[in-house]
């Protein structure tokens, strides 16, 4: 259904926003599991969330097949994956497929961006606007944006100027192809989404600059292309699958290890990375001991033991010492790695041009191109702006959303942010924000974790139906337990040590906090069991 202004406000059980992997978990659970009349606000024009926005080349998801992905089985039982590692295209099909089958569209307004929402105590009701003149009253709101729905690009002179062509990479033109062949192109960022554009046009572009400021500590991807055959044997794995990914702290299918750094010897933890780095993905981030990103000494053998494998793959030794420094920038994985196929290869190219922003960060564009400090001009004909988000926080402030006394969330976390669990906010009853802020999110596979949220958002809403309660606000007190949880956890980590996205630092003037949980995403759900345990001391309710 496409958003067209309407004089009466549209009147429904739960408004949810985002039809992503979150927002369609939620609108199965409310609409085909509790009968409820529910409806997704979307703001692009299609379903699919971070797949339908991210269409910049070389868009790949970095969890395998067949487990990102929803563990629905009527869903997965007839669907196949052509890669380990799906691009964005199949991710697009693949959510074609999830529309045959759960019906997500026709419960989808789509161009309905949110301006405002706001809780009205005594009907027990929110309000929900869009810019396109949309309307809706329902008792339950759920933001499901994702973390990337606030695009970030630093405040540079002369933004406006470029003349040739100018995109950030997550509202990459859909009804045009920028060709690069030929072309002098500069992507600026090094980031999971930098590094896999670099990774296509390093291969088209007649000349490739990019902007590194942080080196990537990239592993490698290992892709495999998966035949019917293969296919058929994952589908026949794929329950398992995914009941070993529920159980496991990052939401993924592997073993997570048992013994600490200082229990094996050096010859062991020599094998045990080399074994890790060989078999591609994130085991290695995961670790081969529990202590990796706990403990310097473990973080540093797991460095320098990336750097060795990496350094042997780049041949001139300026771009070597660049992207794979002897001394650690951060320590390894306090700064999301991201997987590569031949990314290091590309700079082994004469055409393929590393700029040191640390050294000398860019000031300005100019008509031609990018200035950087020391005066120097790289002239360019296009430019990919893979600079990051103001992840989670920022896509929920630009909603418009407002407490019970009309506070602007943005305005209620600007000196740290406050949540139950990760997924209530005090003074905002009946919101819930599934893969968002202070949740295991970005340290866990997406759909996994969402599924946690999904069914613990069916169980509340489904008892508040049976109960006749009008609403429900989570505590202070529980959400400040739910902060020193958060902080208790986060200073036995080496995260507060290194300026990330993780960690709000990437932001000029973003309050630095670390924003997500570290429990594991098991320990999650089970935290949500004692809260349903719990409820009257959990919620206030009316
Ligand atoms: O963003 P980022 P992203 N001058 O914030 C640089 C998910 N994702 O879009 O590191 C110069 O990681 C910045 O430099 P530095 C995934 O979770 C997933 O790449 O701050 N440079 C950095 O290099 C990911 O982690 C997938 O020093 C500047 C880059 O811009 C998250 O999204 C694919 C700068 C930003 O990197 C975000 O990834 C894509 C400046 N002023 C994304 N400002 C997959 O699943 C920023 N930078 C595959």
Known sequence: MSSTPQSQPLELDAVIAGAGFSGIYILHRLRDELNLNVKILEAGSDIGGTWYW???????????????AFGIEEVWKNWSWSELYPDQKELGAYFRHVDEVLSVRKDC??????????????????????????????KHFIPAIGFTAKQYVPDWKGLGD???????????????????????????????????ITQEWAKEAAETFVFQRTPNLALPMDQKNLDERS????????????????????????????????????????????????????????????????????NRAAYD??????????????????????????????????????????????????VNTKAHPIVQLTPQGIMTDDGQVYEVDIIALATGFDATTGGLAKMGIQDVNGVELSERWRDGVLTFQGLMVPGFPNMFMPYSVHAPTPFSNG????????????????????????????????????????????????FPKTKSWYMGANIPGKKVELLYYFGGIHRYREKFAEAFDKFSETFVVC
């Not at 192809?177 to 896999?196: E, P, W």
């Not at 739910?482 to 200073?491: M, S, T």
């Open 162 to 196: 470029f003349k040739g062509t100018i995109h950030h990479t997550s509202l990459w033109p859909k009804d045009y192809a920028v060709d690069v062949r030929g072309k002098r192109v500069a992507v600026i960022g090094t980031g999971s989404t930098g590094l896999q």
């Open 447 to 494: 759909p996994v974790g969402i599924e946690f949220q999904a069914d613990f958002i069916r169980d509340i809403v489904k008892k508040m139906e049976e109960e006749k309660i009008k609403s429900i606000d989570p505590s202070l007190e529980v959400a400040q337990a739910w902060k020193a949880e958060i902080e208790f956890i986060a200073n036995m980590t080496l």
């Open 305 to 354: 033991y990336w750097a060795k494998r990496t350094r042997s793959r780049i041949h001139d030794p300026v771009k070597r010492d660049l992207l794979a420094p002897r001394e650690p920038p951060h320590a390894f994985g306090t700064k999301r790695p991201s997987l590569e196929q031949d990314y290091y290869e590309q700079f082994n190219k004469s055409n393929v041009h590393l």
């Open 109 to 138: 307004i789509f161009d309905a961006r949110i301006t405002a929402a706001q809780f009205h105590p005594g009907e027990g009701k929110w309000t929900v606007q869009t810019e396109s003149g949309v309307t809706v009253v329902a």
């Open 231 to 298: 296919a058929e044997q994952m589908r026949n794995e794929t329950a398992d699958l995914f009941d070993r990914c529920r159980k496991n702290v990052g939401g993924m299918p592997y073993e997570a290890p048992t013994k600490t750094f200082a229990e094996f010897s050096s010859d062991e933890i020599a094998q045990i990375l080399e074994e890790l780095y060989n078999g591609g993905g994130f085991r290695y981030w995961a670790g081969g001991y529990t202590d990796l990103l706990l403990n310097p000494e473990a």
């Open 54 to 68: 991210n269409t910049y080349p070389g868009a790949r998801v970095d969890c395998p097949a067949p487990i990102y």
